[in-house]
């Protein structure tokens, strides 16, 4: 949510940062803001002018008790009672009034950074750097759910029996290697000075509304029936909302976090070949990173974060791309975004491991998310990034160390999570 004082004093680059996004069915927003914005001011106005007078009237009811004039009294008191009703009257028409200033603000999407590319979808994104040599070798590589069921490593008919399309079971080695790549991303994350946390994975709905949009929310989140609660689609969400309505100690900024949890997508729409298998499903497993900070501190916060990401994957000789998000592109809150994207020997070109995002003071402002200072009191930045969303960077490591005959090679910094092992083959 953006600072009212933009509306304000400069609606013009409000409405321009909306045909940016390609959003211009919200243009209206801004004038309707403005104008009950400048109703709700008038109206509060009115009402401290009043409440200063019913003050006056107070001091003077106390001097007319002195005094001994009891008719006065009676007429003064009068007056402060038709001040008070007014008062409640304009205090009750000031909060229907900022209801719905703050209904159309949370639809009106944050001003972007002027480096991000103008495009309308996610095919204009645009690529940044390359990092690694993306191979593809001699032999053929089956999809990935076929190695993974070859390997016993993939159940997803008994999963359709018990919970259904979009769920799986891992087994033996190929489970371990999956919960081996979370163990190796908590400690680099730990290595790197980041508190390791894990967080709630149901959530109240004011939280929910305070670090996405509702848009967002709708399509992503699975709502627990009968109750204030929803499932996480990332530990972003409880992590930052951990800070909603506190204010941190300046000194204690930057705040470094790298969290654990399951996440919960509905993941609509159509599913083709790629997703058939793990890459796109309802349940998965994310490490996360997530940093609080001073404003003018995000955008060298943002390059680390990312920046961690590509070496972690590089860690396991895996090659990845990055992608500066376009405009039409990024969710409403985000200021400024980029994906990381591991190369797919099989498919013979990148896809999306990861996200990097600043989002600004939009979600502090939401969730009212303050640091101390020496001036006083200001709002943080928020930023998130993905260290590890699995099993999509499960597909990423098998791809890229499966072999001939059938076996997936153990990167070296995995073989500690393995038991030593080197290898997993095929077993009878």
Not at 360 to 385: C, H, M, P
Request: glycine letters at 8%; aromatic letters at 8%.
């Amino acid at each position: 949510m953006i600072d009212i004082k933009l509306i304000r004093e400069n609606s013009d680059l409000v409405k321009e940062n909306i045909k940016k996004k390609f959003q211009d069915d919200k243009l209206f927003l801004v004038d309707e803001v403005y104008d009950l914005d400048k109703t709700y001011r008038k109206c509060k106005t009115e009402a401290d002018e009043l409440r200063a007078r019913r003050n006056e009237f107070s001091d003077k009811i106390g001097e007319l008790v002195r005094e001994g004039k009891k008719e006065v009294i009676a007429e003064v008191k009068k007056e402060v009672n038709a001040i008070s009703d007014k008062i409640k009257e304009l205090e009750a028409k000031e909060e229907d009034l900022a209801g719905e200033i703050k209904k159309r603000m949370m639809v009106i999407p944050n001003i972007i950074d002027e480096s991000v590319p103008i495009g309308k979808d996610d095919t204009e994104n645009v690529e940044i750097e390359k990092f690694g040599e993306p191979i593809v070798p001699d032999y053929e590589i089956p999809y990935h759910a076929d190695i993974c069921e070859a390997l016993g490593g993939l159940d997803k008919d008994s999963a359709g029996r018990t919970s259904g399309n979009g769920f799986y079971y891992l087994m033996g080695d190929i489970a371990r290697l999956h919960s081996a790549l979370l163990s190796y991303a908590r400690d680099f994350m730990i290595d790197k000075g980041f508190t390791y946390c894990i967080p709630p994975f149901m959530i109240h709905g004011d939280v929910v509304n305070g670090v996405m949009s509702f848009s967002e929310m709708e399509a992503m989140m699975y709502k627990i029936e009968g109750e204030d609660l929803y499932l996480i689609g990332t530990s972003e969400h409880s992590m930052i909302g951990r800070f909603k309505d506190q204010i941190v100690k300046e000194s204690d900024l930057p705040i470094c976090l790298t969290s654990y949890s399951p996440c919960f997508r509905k993941e609509g729409g159509a599913h083709g070949l790629e997703e058939r298998g793990l890459y796109r499903v309802h349940q998965f497993e994310k490490q996360e990173m997530v940093v609080l900070c001073k404003m003018e501190d995000a955008f060298t916060w943002y390059n680390k974060m990312w920046q961690y990401t590509v070496d972690f994957f590089r860690s396991l000789d895996i090659p990845v791309r990055t992608l500066e998000c376009c405009s039409g592109d990024l969710a409403d809150l985000k200021v400024k975004s980029c994906d990381v994207e591991a190369w797919s020997p099989r498919q013979q070109k990148y896809f999306e491991v990861g996200s990097c995002s600043t989002l600004g003071d939009a979600q502090a402002r939401r969730l009212s998310i303050r640091a101390k200072g020496e001036n006083g009191n200001y709002l943080v930045a928020t930023l998130n990034n993905t260290v590890l969303a699995s099993p999509r960077g499960l597909i990423a490591l098998i791809e890229n160390n499966y072999e001939a005959d059938g076996s997936i090679r153990i990167p070296k910094a995995l073989q500690p999570y393995m038991g030593g092992k080197k290898k997993i083959s095929k077993t009878k």
